[in-house]
């Protein structure tokens, strides 16, 4: 449970989410924004889009991908309901047509929403999430925290159990952006949090770095409970060095705290974030900086039991 008395740093999940393609692959993302939405109480938001960008040839085509996106989104709602996982949430099912883009920026500012979750095929080589959109594009127009289920990702169960979450910095202050909600998971699921950097040589000044970053985390994970946090320098290749790291110590959670305009840990831009979220066997959650836009969350409150249903 939250606590009746939020800490500033504390994160605030009113809405959330999830783009569907109805594939295999948005199912398993699916699950994983179900049990947020049932951890915070929030509501659930379905988005369906069709580009008509690929159909431009055929135009007379729209209508009739309007209609089976409506078909599909009632029976993945129906199939939902019927196994009772969207019991005491309340959620809508939007499908809109446009580009990722303008779909992605103008729906989560409208709606407010504070966690969007995506599944990705995790193709190697070709940094495409589902519906065939580039990641570059998703984290380049989308302000709020992502959450993307990889192809390797455990499934989520109706509790999903965090013991272990991993903080992947490369020590800026884009990165530090992502300590409350760092912080907030360990809260929530009371989960002992790793702190991982990955120095790029052995001459840096990883360190002290490393010593100066730990205190703004501790300054602000003293403000509650005791969390155990446990502090690690690596050296090796970014990407697979965090996977491993991930995979060897069981964690449950990978958080990045990204740039838009540099890459994490250096390199062409999101390179690394994407070949994580690829590779990651756990769900990986990334922010930026000016996403928090809520520090502070009211008492805890049960989840809604309206039956809502939209477009």
Not at 58 to 63: A, G, L, N
Not at 220 to 247: M, Q, W
Request: proline fraction near 5%; hydrophobic fraction near 40%; charged fraction near 20%.
């Amino acid at each position: 449970m939250m606590s009746d008395h939020p800490h500033p740093d504390q994160v605030v999940v009113r809405n959330v989410a999830i783009a569907t393609d109805f594939s295999p692959w948005s199912e398993r993302a699916t699950q994983h924004a179900i049990v947020v939405a049932h951890r915070f109480g929030a509501v659930l938001h379905f988005l369906h889009t069709v580009r008509r960008s690929e159909f431009a040839i055929v135009p007379d085509m729209m209508v009739q991908l309007d209609q089976l996106a409506q078909r599909d989104c009632g029976d993945m709602i129906g199939r939902l309901k019927a196994s009772k996982s969207l019991d005491n949430v309340e959620h809508y099912c939007w499908t809109v047509d446009g580009e990722f883009a303008e779909v992605f920026e103008s729906f989560i500012h409208e709606h407010a929403i504070d966690l969007l979750v995506l599944g990705t095929r995790g193709r190697s080589g070709l940094s495409k999430l589902l519906l065939g959109s580039l990641a570059q594009e998703i984290f380049h127009y989308v302000d709020c925290p992502v959450l993307t289920v990889g192809p390797w990702s455990r499934g989520a169960a109706r509790k999903l159990e965090l013991r272990k979450v991993l903080f992947a910095t490369d020590l800026t202050d884009e990165s530090a952006a992502a300590i409350p909600y760092v912080l907030t998971a360990a809260r929530t699921w009371h989960t002992e949090i790793d702190v991982l950097h990955v120095c790029s040589s052995a001459a840096c000044n990883c360190r002290k770095q490393m010593e100066s970053f730990s205190r703004k985390i501790d300054e602000l994970a003293r403000k509650d409970v005791p969390v155990l946090i446990t502090y690690t320098l690596l050296h090796g290749d970014p990407s697979s060095t965090v996977l491993n790291f991930a995979s060897q110590n069981n964690d449950d959670l990978i958080v990045l705290g990204l740039a838009r305009s540099r890459s994490l840990y250096g390199g062409p831009v999101l390179s690394h974030a994407y070949e994580i979220v690829r590779g990651a066997r756990c769900p990986v959650l990334s922010t930026r900086p000016g996403a928090l836009a809520v520090l502070s969350i009211p008492e805890a409150q049960s989840p809604k039991s309206q039956d809502a249903a939209g477009r």
